[in-house]
């Protein structure tokens, strides 16, 4: 325990220098500052699709991204300097001839950082949270409007995908077709997670055996709990290939309760057959949380992906003099997030560009140096897209606790294999030589 | 290391440049502005735009290709809620690009309203579309005939036909609209634009009191509670422009099928408490139709202007025919026969009035479907007005037949819901509601300023 204390003495004291340095440089007050402005000033500027639920939901969508934005820049480029403006300025040096290992010194700056990230997180999701709560209390709002509000943002639901009966002769491995004039049939049990007194939602994807059909389908659905009461009717027309929903209401969904589901094609053409994919056809919203909590997996997420983004540009930091160090650690998750496209483009990077003459060799040796290098930062950076927890906050979707500790666990190990290069380099660089 | 002072000479450079950058500025524009198409950006830009536009400089391309790619992307999920704040920042972007406007409205009145199953969803989603052209696209592009003729359309097509299964819907929110804003369906032109009526028309709806009152006085009376009114004024607008601006020829050939709608529907029974939202045709607007469709011929004389003249005016002596005015049905189709012969030889009226009313119904536009039933319970009321219960009955029951043919060929729950027609009691109500001296116990607005009448 004594060497443990030991070992952490260092790091917390480099840690909490850290922080008072940045403190006393005014960057704290400077970002809070930038934060709040931010969120305030987006709530002026935005405007919403004429609904309260969708302006909360476009305003927290955006404070959230411009949060995420500041908060990662600021990260890769305190980060990107702290190591290697410490030497330039040879302060490094009355570090390291104490007796305090390279890995202290970056897990001190790194650990710092990482405090100061946390309390702005924590200011962020203060405004955020009052923000909604601010939107929530709009009583010159319908109630209507709030209680649509209540019902998407507030509730955190999730998605259980019904199973299509397999007594259906037209049931196939690729999902349920329904024909005009017949009815699909679907059933899910929800689990006991699931909210009581909550309203959900029926959602259904589906497309037709005509590509270029985009008109609405007339169909009739229905949804009732087995055997114990008349099922609800909706009588909708639906686009294809675009997800529709349908409200369930509050009293409707029980937890364990399992619910029938039919489809009834009323299409007059009588080609126009209706598929329903298995994964996504058919689903059922069940409520299974609230707000607070998915906030809160949502700051969790964000804050391991600044852990990771910190360690980048620490490590970049220790290897490279600032301004390299940061154009490295700025360029890799921006070549990480064009990552996303290396499929849509298929795979033809630069031979686009060539138009004419894209069989030349210059065309095939940049496509592949292009591929090669989008390969080499796939195996580097952790796919950060994937860490994305906007998309499930504001569609009142449910951010489990699984998906926040898989963003912990995934981006705190490559966090760790840069730590361990950092120290490497930091031991290992030559300290700057101070200027007469 | 070179001493700064040593770069001294960049500083007079830097203004030679920007110098030149100016004098060249000027010999790019005015080329420009010769060009009819070149519409200069309106003196009173908002600053904040004017910031954007200048500070992203050459990167306001690239910041327009993301956002779009976002606004695809999220349209693709059905993500839409983001699009009303997206198309604002494209097309303020790009604020004399007049297709990203176009296709913006279109893309929310059309392809995101159906994503809604609530008519009111849809009908919010059909507004962002209009104020997006009304309220931002003319503002930087004013009196721009492409612009006018798109926002026409959105009335015309997708408030006005029946495409969309919550056109009904569309149609008593816009008339209910208009009814809060004029007080009725015919404001009072001589004191519109000093009222604050005027203002708020102005303000909200970007329609001008003197622009409204010189479009009645010439194409009225019209009714601003209908959507071809709306697509009337705005592809009006169109139509003063330079005929060799592009879109104009558009914006005349929406005029005189708007007019024609009119005279097919001009006139409107609405009661929303009681559910009444009844068009019907308004005959004493056909010489104002007739003088549109020449219009538009002898400013361009196109092949399909003059088919669309012919069909309109054999559906108007039909039409006329069904309401029993026998003598201006006949002269109608005299002017047709006479302007566009058959080369097979032409029938004579009453053969041809027949053979349209027996003929099938199945693709007979709804508001023919309505105008012929309608017709003849108008009919039915004068005959019975003169005393001949038996004509009456006679008339009566061809309305009946027709009402009900033109229903059975309605193949689905859907089609009937969109194409349908008004229940038979309903036109027979408001036929005699017409017919009846307006009192306030008809619970309708019959009482529209038109003096009580027979048809």
């Given at each position: 325990m004594k060497k443990l204390y030991a070992n952490l003495h260092p790091v917390w004291a480099l840690a909490l220098l850290v922080m008072r340095r940045q403190w006393r440089s005014g960057l704290w007050l400077l970002l809070a500052a930038l934060l709040a402005a931010g969120i305030a000033g987006l709530r002026l500027a935005i405007q919403g699709d004429g609904t309260l639920a969708g302006m909360a939901r476009i305003w927290l969508s955006y404070s959230i991204a411009w949060t995420s934005f500041l908060l990662s820049a600021a990260t890769l480029a305190i980060a990107a300097s702290s190591i290697s403006l410490e030497n330039a300025a040879c302060r490094l040096q009355l570090v390291r001839v104490k007796p305090v290992a390279a890995a202290q010194i970056w897990i001190g700056n790194w650990l710092g950082l990482m405090l100061i990230n946390a309390v702005l997180l924590g200011i962020a999701g203060a405004a955020l949270g009052a923000g909604v709560w601010h939107f929530n209390r709009a009583h010159r709002q319908p109630a209507s409007e709030l209680a649509a509000l209540r019902n998407t943002l507030l509730t955190a639901q999730i998605s259980l995908p019904a199973i299509a009966l397999s007594n259906q002769p037209a049931s196939g491995p690729s999902g349920l077709t329904v024909n005009p004039g017949g009815v699909g049939r679907w059933r899910i049990t929800l689990p006991d997670t699931v909210l009581e007194k909550r309203p959900g939602g029926l959602q259904f994807e589906f497309i037709t055996a005509r590509p270029d059909q985009t008109a609405a389908i007339p169909m009739v659905w229905t949804a009732g709990l087995s055997g114990k009461r008349r099922p609800l009717s909706f009588e909708v027309s639906a686009p294809p290939r675009k997800p529709s929903r349908l409200d369930l209401p509050a009293d409707f969904l029980q937890p364990g309760c399992t619910i029938e589901i039919t489809c009834a094609n009323r299409h007059p053409d009588t080609t126009t057959a209706l598929l329903f994919p298995h994964q996504n056809g058919v689903t059922v919203l069940a409520p299974a949380g609230g707000f607070a909590g998915n906030l809160l997996r949502a700051g969790l997420i964000i804050f391991a992906r600044l852990s990771f983004l910190a360690a980048l540009g620490m490590t970049a930091g220790a290897a490279f003099s600032f301004p390299v160090a940061l154009l490295l650690a700025g360029a890799m998750p921006l070549l990480d997030g064009l990552n996303r496209f290396r499929y849509t483009a298929g795979q033809h990077w630069v031979r686009w560009a060539f138009q004419d003459d894209a069989a030349s060799w210059i065309a095939r040796t940049l496509d592949l140096a292009v591929a090669a290098a989008s390969e080499i930062v796939r195996l580097l950076m952790p796919a950060l897209g994937r860490f994305n927890p906007v998309d499930l906050l504001t569609g009142g979707r449910l951010i489990p606790w699984a998906a926040a500790g898989q963003a912990g666990i995934v981006l705190c190990f490559y966090a760790a294999l840069l730590a361990g290069a950092g120290a490497w380099l930091l031991a290992r660089r030559q300290l700057g030589m101070a200027e007469i | 290391m070179k001493s700064s002072r040593q770069h001294w000479w960049l500083i007079p450079l830097l203004f030679l440049l920007l110098a030149g950058a100016a004098f060249w500025r000027a010999r790019v524009m005015q080329p420009r502005a010769a060009r009819p198409q070149f519409q200069p950006p309106p003196e009173d830009m908002p600053p904040a735009l004017i910031f954007t536009t200048v500070a992203l400089g050459g990167f306001r391309g690239i910041m327009v290709d993301l956002l779009w790619m976002r606004a695809i992307h999220l349209q693709e999920e059905a993500r839409v809620l983001e699009l009303v704040q997206l198309s604002d920042w494209i097309t303020a972007l790009e604020p004399q690009f007049t297709t990203v406007w176009a296709f913006h409205a279109w893309n929310m009145a059309y392809n995101i309203s159906i994503m809604f199953t609530d008519p009111e969803d849809r009908w919010r989603w059909v507004r962002h579309g209009i104020r997006l052209l009304r309220d931002r696209a003319l503002f930087f592009n004013p009196r721009h005939p492409v612009l006018l003729r798109e926002l026409g359309w959105l009335y015309q097509h997708k408030i006005g036909y029946v495409m969309d299964s919550a056109h009904r819907h569309y149609k008593i929110r816009l008339a209910e609209e208009m009814t809060a804003l004029l007080g009725g369906a015919h404001p009072d032109y001589a004191s519109l634009a000093d009222s604050s009526t005027g203002e708020r028309a102005r303000s909200v709806y970007k329609l001008d009191p003197a622009g409204m009152a010189a479009l009645d006085r010439d194409y009225g009376p019209l009714d601003w509670r209908l959507p071809a009114t709306h697509a009337l004024y705005w592809s009006h607008q169109g139509r003063l422009a330079d005929t060799m601006q592009p879109g104009v020829r558009a914006c005349y050939q929406m005029f005189f099928q708007c007019m024609d709608e009119s005279f097919r529907h001009g006139r409107l029974q609405f009661n929303p408490a009681a559910g009444q939202y009844l068009a019907t045709p308004a005959l004493e607007l056909l010489p104002r139709a007739i003088r549109a469709h020449e219009e538009a011929i002898q400013r361009f004389d196109l092949p399909v202007f003059h088919l669309a003249y012919a069909n309109f005016l054999a559906e108007a002596a039909v039409v006329l025919y069904c309401y029993g005015e026998l003598p201006r049905a006949r002269e109608l189709y005299a002017t047709l026969i006479a302007r566009y012969p058959n080369p097979q030889g032409d029938p004579e009226f009453e053969a041809f009035a027949e053979s349209c009313l027996t003929?099938?119904?199945?693709?007979?536009p709804r508001e023919d479907a309505i105008a012929l039933v309608d017709g003849f319970l108008a009919q039915s009321l004068l005959r019975e007005a003169r005393g001949d219960p038996a004509g009456a009955a006679e008339t009566a029951g061809l309305a009946r037949k027709i009402w009900h043919k033109f229903m059975q060929s309605r193949v689905s729950d859907d089609h009937r819901q969109r194409t349908g027609l008004p229940p038979l009691e309903e036109m027979e109500r408001a036929a005699r509601q017409r017919a009846a001296p307006a009192s306030p116990a008809d619970g309708g607005t019959a009482a529209d300023g038109t003096p009580p009448r027979i048809l």
């Open positions: - | 003929g099938d119904l199945s693709e007979t």
